[in-house]
Structures are given as structure tokens and as C-alpha cells.
């Protein structure tokens, strides 16, 4: 459009993912192009995201690769001076880049089942592997927590304004699953409420968003408490998702499914 101003980093980043698919227009393309060639921090922040959307694309091995996804791109990201400033300024873009390449990757494999049936439960694996991703996102993340915690009063009220929807935090941590933190997420096409809880080294990630026009699995349930719940694995991680009210929740760790379970009992037992 004349007499717009070029696009600055920001402008950058949350077109970055559009800009490696090529579904930007020809201009937008050319602009972005143009400013890569003369930004060192978005060209980075550029290879980043592919490495990221290869790691995920390429699934990875059937055993916990949390560590091994954080050193492989620890190795990629010298430790520098500038680690603090380049996570401060991606962070913003980094969410919603997320969010549409987790969209992508989950759609896409949709597209090969033309029947209603199979369409659904293709949804359901993708809410799972959806799950799963957004635990993988938040680990390789070298600053993942957009808010460190000392306690959930103060993770709570910091979710005001950022999302659309309150979510209903069920468990404040204990000694034996602390919480660590929280972030803004996604979920598919909406915003979501992520928080981090561990269980001795292993992080656990719960995340709290709208539930209506989820495929949501109707079998295989079991109860815990007084929901519901649905149980799995994928890629070497336990996945627990429920629903309760007009909110889903989904809790990924690569933490046995008997102690991912003692978690879920303590969320779904209050009232
Ligand atoms: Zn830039």
C-alpha cells in the first residue's frame, strides 16, 4: 500500500512462517526477502523456525527427546550476549508463528482422509499430536516461560488481557508437581493458557483453552474424579485430555502415564 512504512522485525516475524511457505503476496514477499537480507537477527530467527518446523515434521523417535530437541538447538544458538535481547524481541512472534505452524502441520495430514469418519478420528489424533507439539514448542524454547512463578496468584491475574477466555486453573502445585510457570499458547485455530508444572526434572505442560469445535474422543475414556478423560502416548509422551464446562485441558509430559495420571486427579478433583 503507498506510503506505508517497511516492514520493521516485528513486521518480520509474524510473517515469517507465511513468507517460508510462499503464501505471502509477491510484495509481501519481496519486502520480507529484502529485510532478511539485511537483518542478522531475523535471518537467525528465520532458520530457527525451519529447524523447528523440521524437528516437528520429521516427528521425533519413540523415546523422551526433550533433552536431546534442547541441546541439538542449545548447539544451533551460541550462548552470547545477545540470547536475552533475541528471545525478548522473538518472543512476541514467536507465539502466533507457533500457533500457524502447528495448524499446518496438524491440518495438513486431514487433507488424505475424504471420509467424514476417518476425518474425525484423524482430528482426534491431531488434537493429540497438537498436544504434544505445544509441550515441544515450550521445551525448546531457550526462555519458555513468559512468566516465572511464585505461585498461581501470580501466574493468574498475569493471563488478564492476553487471552480471551479466564481459564480455570484446577491445581496450584505441590511438592510433588511445582508449578513453574505459564505462557500464552495456542491450540489449533485459538489462544491458549499454557502452564508448566514439573515432576522432578521432567516438565509438564497443562494446556487450558476453549473446548467447542474440538473433535473430542467419545471412547476410550476413563474416569478420573469426575471427568472424563482421555488417555494416550505419542512420540515417547503421555497425553491426558479432558474437558470440563467450556474449557478443555490437555497435559503432556514425558513422565509415566501412572504418575501423568496422579496429576490429572489432583486437577479434576476440585468441584
Ligand atoms: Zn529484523
Given at each position: 500500500m503507498p506510503g506505508e512504512t517497511p516492514?520493521?522485525?516485528?513486521?518480520?516475524?509474524?510473517?515469517?512462517?507465511?513468507?517460508?511457505?510462499?503464501?505471502?503476496?509477491?510484495?509481501?514477499?519481496?519486502?520480507?526477502?529484502?529485510?532478511l537480507n539485511g537483518c542478522a537477527d531475523c535471518t537467525r530467527a528465520d532458520a530457527v523456525e525451519q529447524e523447528?518446523?523440521?524437528?516437528?515434521?520429521?516427528?521425533?523417535?519413540?523415546?523422551?527427546?526433550?533433552?536431546?530437541?534442547?541441546?541439538?538447538?542449545?548447539?544451533?544458538?551460541?550462548?552470547?550476549?545477545?540470547?536475552?535481547?533475541?528471545?525478548?524481541?522473538?518472543?512476541?512472534?514467536?507465539?502466533?508463528?507457533?500457533?500457524?505452524a502447528a495448524v499446518v502441520l496438524v491440518a495438513a495430514p486431514v487433507l488424505y482422509y475424504e471420509r467424514a469418519a476417518s476425518r474425525v478420528a484423524s482430528e482426534r489424533a491431531g488434537m493429540v499430536a497438537e498436544a504434544v507439539n505445544d509441550h515441544l514448542r515450550v521445551l525448546s524454547s531457550q526462555h519458555p516461560l513468559d512468566i516465572e512463578s511464585g505461585g498461581l496468584h501470580q501466574v493468574k491475574p498475569w493471563f488478564?488481557?492476553?487471552?480471551?477466555?479466564?481459564?480455570?486453573?484446577?491445581?496450584?502445585?505441590?511438592?510433588?508437581?511445582p508449578l513453574k510457570g505459564g505462557a500464552v499458547g495456542y491450540f489449533r485455530d485459538r489462544k491458549a493458557a499454557v502452564f508448566v508444572y514439573a515432576r522432578r526434572l521432567h516438565p509438564i505442560s497443562l494446556l487450558v483453552f476453549r473446548a467447542d469445535g474440538l473433535a473430542w474422543p467419545a471412547r476410550d475414556l476413563t474416569r478420573?474424579?469426575?471427568?472424563?478423560?482421555?488417555?494416550?502416548?505419542?512420540?515417547?509422551?503421555?497425553?491426558?485430555?479432558?474437558?470440563?464446562?467450556?474449557?478443555?485441558?490437555?497435559?503432556?509430559?514425558?513422565?509415566?502415564?501412572?504418575?501423568?495420571?496422579r496429576l490429572a486427579a489432583r486437577m479434576t478433583a476440585s468441584p
Open positions: 516492514m520493521n522485525c516485528e513486521d518480520v516475524r509474524i510473517r515469517l512462517l507465511d513468507y517460508q511457505r510462499g503464501r505471502l503476496t509477491l510484495p509481501a514477499q519481496a519486502e520480507v526477502r529484502t529485510h523447528l518446523t523440521s524437528v516437528l515434521e520429521h516427528r521425533l523417535p519413540q523415546h523422551p527427546a526433550s533433552l536431546a530437541l534442547r541441546r541439538r538447538l542449545a548447539a544451533e544458538w551460541p550462548a552470547s550476549a545477545t540470547e536475552r535481547s533475541w528471545w525478548s524481541r522473538w518472543k512476541p512472534s514467536l507465539v502466533p508463528a507457533v500457533a500457524a488478564e488481557g492476553r487471552l480471551d477466555f479466564a481459564p480455570v486453573v484446577p491445581f496450584e502445585g505441590d511438592a510433588d508437581f478420573i474424579g469426575p471427568v472424563e478423560t482421555h488417555a494416550t502416548a505419542e512420540r515417547g509422551f503421555n497425553v491426558i485430555m479432558w474437558r470440563r464446562g467450556e474449557l478443555g485441558y490437555a497435559l503432556v509430559s514425558d513422565v509415566d502415564a501412572r504418575e501423568l495420571g
